[in-house]
């Protein structure tokens, strides 16, 4: 016998899937307006004619990408940055994360607060420069991967899931077998760890992506430059003062603005892409790790 669905359960599917579709909406908009603008005149961009569909449709913006040793090279070095510094993380997470959910762990409660000290009290900028100048860090590789290298936020997650999935009693099995740390570790924690490192590669990968602040604080050489900082130089660049258009040819200026726009949102599009690949290969382990982690 079929069971009907009343009609207040039909006004809430209703009402549910409306306000879904409307966030959907408001979510998928900005998206749908960059790359429609990637793929525009610049003019139209300009005149604000773009809203929904590419208007004058032109690959301009992405010639010029891959045209250009400096965005070229800012691409490869986030790719770098992105993968070394997720590698990095996740590694150091999981140890540390492992380590802390031990109960047989020496002062475990001691050591878990201090891992939460930085997260409430922060050094500030001034500190970590003088420590990055002093490790001879500066303008290197290291000084844009390291800084962010383990979060804090990330290891109590992770301790979270080893105490959920490696309970008291899965240790005393192992030791009763004879394992000592390291087997308990490598052959029971770590295949039952899938889940939680792809949430740790994810977070330590979007990180890292995004960051521009540490190319700016501690390096110079623009051949170091992530993506994110080269976009934002290109932002920086593509503003148009009142002395500059006193300063000379005012047609050369705002052409020149026009395909700064333009390119501005090709840079965007291309920055997307690459986590938006990504993020369908740890979709499944990610949903379950970041709701395991997270719930004690």
């Known amino acids: 016998m079929a069971i009907h669905d009343s009609r207040s359960d039909r006004a809430y599917y209703l009402v549910n899937y409306l306000v879904l579709g409307i966030f959907c909406a408001l979510v ?6 960059v790359l429609s603008a990637s793929f525009s005149d610049a003019t139209a961009i300009a005149n604000n004619e773009v809203y929904l569909w590419p208007v004058g449709f032109s690959t301009q913006a992405y010639q010029a990408i891959w045209a250009s040793p400096r965005l070229l090279i800012g691409f ?15 590694t150091l997470t999981v140890l540390a994360g492992y380590v802390a959910s031990r109960e047989e762990l020496p002062f475990r409660r001691v050591i878990v607060v201090f891992f939460l000290l930085p997260t409430l009290i922060s050094a500030g900028i001034v500190p970590l420069y003088i420590v990055i100048k002093q490790m001879d860090l500066l303008d290197t590789r290291w000084a844009i991967i390291l800084p962010t290298a383990m979060s804090m936020f990330q290891v109590i997650i992770t301790r ?9 009693e899965l240790v005393e099995a ?19 760890s899938k889940p ?14 995004n960051d521009w602040f540490n190319a700016f604080l501690y ?17 920086a660049e593509s503003s148009v003062s009142p002395s500059m258009m006193g300063s000379g040819d005012v047609a050369a200026i705002l052409a ?12 965007i599009v291309v920055a997307m892409v690459p986590p938006l690949i990504a993020y369908p290969f ?7 790790g970041a709701l395991i982690g997270a719930v004690k």
Do not use: C
Not at 219 to 235: A, R
């Open 28 to 33: 998928l908009y900005p998206l749908i307006y």
């Open 76 to 90: 490869g070095n986030s790719v770098l940055y992105t993968v070394t510094a997720a590698l990095i993380g996740t």
């Open 160 to 168: 979270t899931f080893y105490q959920i999935n490696v309970p008291k």
């Open 174 to 192: 192992g030791r009763v077998d004879g394992a000592n740390d390291f087997s308990m570790f490598f052959r029971i924690a770590l295949p039952l």
């Open 196 to 209: 939680i490192i792809a949430v740790n590669l994810l977070f330590y990968g979007l990180a890292q992506w």
């Open 219 to 235: 390096t110079s050489n623009p051949d170091l430059s992530p993506l994110q900082f080269v976009l934002q130089q290109l932002l």
């Open 256 to 267: 020149k603005k026009e395909l700064f726009d333009k390119l501005k949102y090709a840079m």
């Open 282 to 288: 740890v979709q499944k382990h990610f949903v379950k």
